[in-house]
């Protein structure tokens, strides 16, 4: 998905699966300091992007409702124009269906409507 948007001529302001986090199998408590930088970075991700594109899938994705709720108040103030829910939504929250979210079933297809 991250090389379909790369490839379509954007730039990640975050890439989350090279980050520590990934890694974190005993918990984020495990290593406060480590988590503190994670929270920084994904937070600081949304507020430097000009899209946030949240990922459904089968994970629960905590952090990825905190996102999505950064990314939201952003389109509320006008800050972001474009808020992505991209596939099939497993764990569903009402914010997937905020007047500001674009659903699409691939990230191609968002990418295509721009």
């Given at each position: 998905?991250?090389?379909?948007?790369v490839a379509?001529?954007?730039q990640l302001s975050l890439d989350w699966t090279r980050?520590?986090?990934v890694n974190f199998a005993d918990g984020y408590?495990?290593?406060l300091a480590v988590s503190a930088q994670i929270a920084?970075?994904?937070l600081d991700g949304v507020m430097n992007a000009d899209a946030v594109i949240v990922v459904a899938s089968e994970h629960q994705g905590r952090g990825m409702f905190v996102e999505l709720g950064a990314a939201l108040a952003r389109a509320r103030?006008?800050?972001?124009?474009h808020v992505v829910?991209?596939?099939t939504v497993q764990h569903d929250s009402v914010f997937f269906y905020h007047p500001a979210v674009q659903r699409a079933s691939t990230v191609d297809e968002w990418l295509a409507s721009l």
């Open positions: 998905m991250q090389q379909a948007v379509a001529g954007h980050g520590p986090d408590d495990s290593d920084v970075a994904d103030e006008g800050d972001l124009a829910v991209v596939g």
